[in-house]
């Protein structure tokens, strides 16, 4: 088993937009490579969280091995490694490519190229990949597959004449995919006797097992009880176990070597000595240097996560520390809050990446959260020639002790289709974008160029930029760096007290138009109280906008007879437990959901 | 002293349902009428089978339409009754009475059957109001199933009234009220309109039916009558004795007294609820079903000491006398104030209670505001 021939690996990704179908050409690859019958089939094998099969999307990289009976007669091993869809996982993408030595392009017959699609293509090129395209969904009624070729050869120059036109859902083409591996993507190449060289791409905790490590070996070989060295953690332990990807299982093998993709366990107790990206090598003898492309993963977006019952603060922390262990890009460190008390502040990939534990910490650990609005970091020059990093907008230094700051840009493509472009470029000018440039593509479809200040895109921009193309626009953004900016932090006074959680970072340009819709959305979340409840913005105590919750007046039933007593007492206990999800602050109570107010305050659509 | 008892009987029936009506009621077709009376007879008999040793201060005929029973049907049910309890003599014996539904004849069976308080759903003077509501009566009929009320004997009389009716002006409400006091009813219950979910009313609501001159009254219109209400009727002599009722001195409805004293109440007929000791149940809700066998389809729940004393607290802040320190201990075995010492002290400072050292009651704004004061006397 452990003598393969290189010549019979093949190492490939499928690279798409979200919703082109890749999760479900991966199940059919998988389904007619014979590892699995029809029946153990669950749905969507690669997706294992329930919250992926949920939004559709595909979270962590994960990795299949499979065999396929080609038509030569010769029996093939594909290893197919899953890589997330999403620009918040970009470095994790770029990883699982670099264990790849081919890819897949699925672009669907009716949607054609979109943003996305070609960030993830030009990733794949740039890594060197072999790529072949396969068109997907061509039963569907607004399929057009030969426009879709076209514009694949135009737009990213790979041939396209004769990509498989498929159907992943209902089965039609998977044979001819199948073939095309085989013949479209290169074997791998790499000495097996040189000393030992593997590419981390991804890596999970089992409380059993430990870290369980995913690589390609690209030189060398490793086995049960060789000593390995992570070269950028500097991480030595023995191996364990060494094995390949089933289907939703680990098979353990005697000996992974040069061009195979498998799993390494070494009793490692740390995600964190497992990088990935890093290089783990012999520890007796290692390689002379490690693979390029190894990169500390940095948050990008930071929040407060507090439970809604203070209580629940050492559970909070414990499923804070046990989804860690699983994703390395996932920062906390303890924070407090005068109004939400003790919890965390957090630090995310992205957007999206912030969503997803915040939804895991809710489901999988049954906590009941208040998460304030999310914000970048910001460089703070102070006068006294000291720069911090803020995360947390309450620890903004008074502004007499503040030179400059600044905020993080990101150079931002957007495709869409020409009708939209002018309502898009709106949208991106009142945002602070600053155009960059255009690029038509086939007549009816634009590349806008933008550089954006990342606290624009982070709230609500996805959402807008769907409602104002009609679902049209995709969007794709890289960061750019920091650049000098005039920033203010917003205060929110509920009662004449100041909020700290509501404070947030704002351009001084879009501040009064911020804190005048912020208090407007204010008033409705904040249910009446005995008494009335001045709610203000304000800017270095400046007052900028002010809303008034009128006081209760009526809060009774009129009518209550014998048999509406139950009824009558669930409506009782409904008000009370509305009471417990609330935040007290001053002699107000707040909503949960009010902290998160700031996120939706681009209601013009 | 033998346990006391009173008796709920329901009557789903109507002419047909009112826009508002969240209650258990249809227009069923006459034979399901004269079978449903016999299922409740049989109900009547075999359940009350438990019950025979106590004695029956109270028996209430609630709707939907009691008065669509003919007097003959009405007189098999107190029947059944009397066979079955002890009914006491000074029993307070009321029937709900939909104006149009009786006229003098109807109404003299009945008095001769026992009945001796009459509820009349009057609901507004004012004929358009009715029509929104979906009342199947008008002024006129009122007026006339009034007076042959008085004439066929009956000398308690409530007139139910609704405010906070789409359309409705405190002009218009105050009109209504003096037309009802010339009458002297010895009784009035005053409620302001709920929009039930389910109802014609709610689905109206939503599809923003009720503006312009169909506008629900703003909470600090529906507020200003309420406040009108209780001036007005105090110097009618009237007192209010409980959030929507208010009666002339010693015409207190002693039924509906029970419900928020939480005495033992046996409910029967077609969903009817129930209070009996530590038990609440209810009975099937599927006339088909009930007719079938009037006996299956209860549900019990029993009643924890926690839930018992927390109905305590919220059934008897609805009363003007409000809660009684004494009573609770005696039975309960627990203070008042070492349950909720602090949720009383907090709303007696915020101007919602209260307390006299033996009573605790909902002030004015209490009265506006009951719900979000009875929410703090559930224990956790």
């Excluded at chain 1, 993963?297 to 699983?326: F, H, T, W």
């Excluded at chain 2, 109404?107 to 009715?130: C, F, H, P, Y």
């Amino acid at each position: 088993m452990s003598q393969i021939d290189q010549s019979k690996i093949r190492n490939f990704c499928i690279v798409a937009h979200i919703d082109h179908g890749k999760s479900t050409l991966a199940d059919r690859i998988i389904e007619q490579t014979g590892l699995l019958t029809s029946r153990e089939m669950q749905a969507q094998v690669l997706d294992n969280m329930d919250l992926e099969r949920e939004r559709g999307i595909t979270i962590k990289a994960q990795a299949v091995r499979t065999v396929y009976k080609a038509k030569d007669g010769e029996e093939y091993i594909f290893n197919l490694i899953d890589t997330p869809g999403h620009v918040d996982f970009n470095y994790e993408v770029s990883r699982s490519l670099a264990a790849c030595d081919g890819a897949i392009l699925v672009v669907d017959a009716a949607q054609g190229i979109e943003a996305q699609t070609l960030a993830n293509v030009y990733l794949a090129l740039d890594h060197d990949l072999d790529v072949f395209p396969v068109i997907n969904k061509i039963d569907l009624p607004s399929a057009e597959p030969q426009r879709v070729i076209e514009e694949i050869e135009d737009v990213i120059g790979i041939e396209a004449q004769d990509a498989p036109l498929i159907s992943a859902k209902n089965g039609i083409g998977i044979d001819e995919v199948l073939e095309q591996i085989v013949q479209k993507i290169p074997a791998p190449k790499g000495d097996a006797n040189a000393p030992l060289k593997a590419l981390i791409f991804d890596c999970v905790y089992d409380s059993y097992k430990g870290v369980i490590v995913f690589c390609r070996i690209m030189e060398g070989s490793v086995k049960k009880g060789t000593e390995i060295l992570m070269m950028a953690t500097g991480a030595r332990e023995e191996v364990v176990e060494v094995g390949y990807f089933g289907a939703g299982q680990f098979i353990p093998c005697e000996e992974l070597s040069a061009g195979m993709v498998g799993y390494i366990t070494a009793s490692i107790k740390n995600v964190k000595d497992t990088a990935v990206g890093d290089t783990v090598t012999d520890a007796k003898n290692p390689c002379a240097e490690p693979l390029p492309g190894y990169k500390k993963v940095l948050s990008m977006v930071y929040c407060g996560i507090y439970p809604a019952d203070g209580a629940k603060y050492p559970d909070l922390r414990d499923a804070l520390e046990k989804l860690q262990l699983n994703d390395a890009s996932l920062f906390y460190e303890p924070e407090t809050s005068i109004a939400l008390g003790f919890g965390f502040r957090c630090g995310f990939l992205g957007l999206l990446h912030l969503e997803i534990i915040q939804e895991r910490l809710e489901r999988e650990y049954n906590l009941d959260l208040v998460t304030t609005a999310p914000g970048v970091v910001y460089k703070v020059h102070k006068t006294n020639g000291e720069c911090i990093e803020l995360t947390n907008p309450s620890n903004l230094p008074d502004p007499s002790e503040i030179e400059f700051m600044e905020e993080p840009i990101v150079s931002g493509e957007i495709m869409v289709t020409s009708e939209y472009v002018g309502s898009i470029m709106e949208l991106c000018q009142e945002r602070r974008g600053r155009y960059l440039g255009m690029e038509y593509i086939e007549g009816t479809r634009a590349l806008l160029k933008y550089e954006l200040p990342l606290n624009e895109i982070i709230y609500d921009f996805f959402d807008a930029l769907k409602s104002r193309s009609r679902g049209y626009a995709s969007f794709d953004y890289d960061m750019k760096g920091y650049e000098q900016s005039k920033l203010v932090k917003l205060d929110i006074l509920i009662n004449k007290e100041e909020v700290d959680a509501l404070s947030f970072i704002v351009h001084a340009d879009s501040a009064y138009e911020r804190g005048r819709k912020m208090c407007e959305k204010l008033k409705d979340e904040i249910p009446r109280h005995l008494f009335e409840i001045p709610i203000q913005a304000a800017i270095g105590g400046k007052v900028i906008a002010r809303e008034t919750v009128k006081a209760m007046r009526k809060d009774v039933l009129a009518k209550c007879y014998g048999g509406d007593i139950t009824r009558k007492k669930k409506l009782l206990e409904k008000q009370k437990e509305g009471k417990k999800r609330m935040r007290q602050v001053g002699n107000v109570e707040i909503p949960q959901k009010a902290f998160m107010s700031v996120l939706k305050l681009d209601d013009r659509d | 002293m033998k346990k006391e008892l009173m008796l709920y009987l329901h009557v789903p029936f109507c002419v047909r349902k009112c826009h508002y009506c969240d209650f258990l009621s249809a227009a069923h077709p006459m034979e399901k009428r004269s079978l449903y009376v016999k299922a409740l007879q049989r109900e009547i008999r075999e359940r009350g089978k438990e019950y025979s040793g106590r004695i029956v201060t109270s028996v209430f005929f609630g709707g939907g339409t009691p008065s669509l029973l003919s007097p003959a049907q009405l007189l098999e049910l107190m029947t059944a009754i009397r066979e079955t309890f002890e009914l006491s003599e000074t029993a307070e014996i009321t029937m709900e009475c939909n104006p149009g539904t009786a006229e003098e004849g109807k109404l003299r069976g009945w008095r001769e059957a026992g009945v001796n308080r009459l509820s009349i759903g009057l609901q507004s003077m004012k004929d358009e109001e009715l029509k929104i509501l979906g009342r199947i009566h008008d002024r006129e009929t009122f007026l006339r199933t009034y007076e042959q009320a008085r004439l066929a004997g009956f000398t308690n009389v409530n007139v139910d009234l609704m405010n906070a009716l789409p359309g409705q002006t405190m002009q218009s409400w105050k009109e209504t009220l003096e037309e009802v006091l010339a009458l002297e009813p010895e009784h009035l219950s005053v409620y302001s309109l709920i929009l039930e979910e389910g109802t014609e009313f709610f689905e109206w609501n939503g599809q923003g039916r009720f503006t312009g001159s169909l506008a629900i009254p703003s909470e600090e219109e529906d507020r200003a009558m309420y406040a009108y209400t209780g001036e007005r009727l105090a110097r009618a002599g009237y007192a209010q004795y409980e959030i929507s009722n208010y009666a002339k001195a010693g015409r207190e409805c002693q039924h509906n007294l029970g419900y928020w004293t939480r005495k033992d109440y046996l409910g029967l007929g077609l969903g009817a609820a129930s209070l009996l000791g530590s038990v609440r149940a209810s009975n099937e809700t599927d006339l088909d079903r009930y007719l079938a066998d009037p006996l299956a389809g209860r549900r019990e729940e029993i009643l924890s000491r926690k839930d018992q004393m927390e109905e305590f607290a919220f059934l008897g802040l609805r009363t003007i006398r409000g809660i009684s320190r004494r009573e609770f201990y005696s039975l309960y075995d627990e203070n008042v104030d070492a349950l909720w010492g602090e949720v009383i002290r907090r709303n007696v400072a915020d101007g919602l209670l209260l307390d006299d050292g033996e009573f605790i009651r909902l002030t004015k704004r209490g009265l506006d505001l009951g719900n979000y004061v009875m929410a703090q006397f559930l224990l956790d």
